[in-house]
Nanobody
């Protein structure tokens, strides 16, 4: 039982940086592995990155790992996605998701690993 709300999206220029936020309510935030996904129109949802419950461990998609940092503040029930050097290909709807399972033996990179999703925030990249 968790509700997620993303914010921070908007119009940016190629090469800019952007920080997205996702705030959770309900449940115990520190119990959730958190993930970020994105989806461009007409394309499948793709994994961006994930962060452990404590925030000590992060994993990123190969396509973005040089330009991305995921962090979390459990006291604020918030997970962040910091992106730099934005490209046109980064445009899309960014969603955060919560994995509410008690444990994982693998890195959660699949949408099916996550039970709760936010509505998403739109990122538009101009050139």
């Amino acid at each position: 039982q968790v509700q997620l709300v993303e914010s921070g999206g908007g119009l940016v220029q190629t090469g800019d940086s952007l920080r997205l936020s996702c705030t959770a309510s309900g449940g115990t935030f520190s119990n959730y592995i958190m993930g970020w996904f994105r989806q461009a129109p007409g394309k499948e949802r793709e994994f961006v990155g994930t962060i452990s419950r404590s925030g000590d461990v992060q994993h990123y998609a190969v396509s973005v790992r040089e330009r991305i940092t995921i962090s979390r503040d459990n006291a604020k029930n918030t997970v962040y996605l910091q992106m730099s050097s934005l490209k046109a290909e980064d445009a899309g709807v960014y969603c955060c998701a919560a994995d509410e399972t008690s444990s994982r033996v693998y890195v959660a990179t699949r949408p099916s690993d996550y039970a709760s999703w936010g509505q998403g925030t739109q990122v538009t990249v101009s050139s």
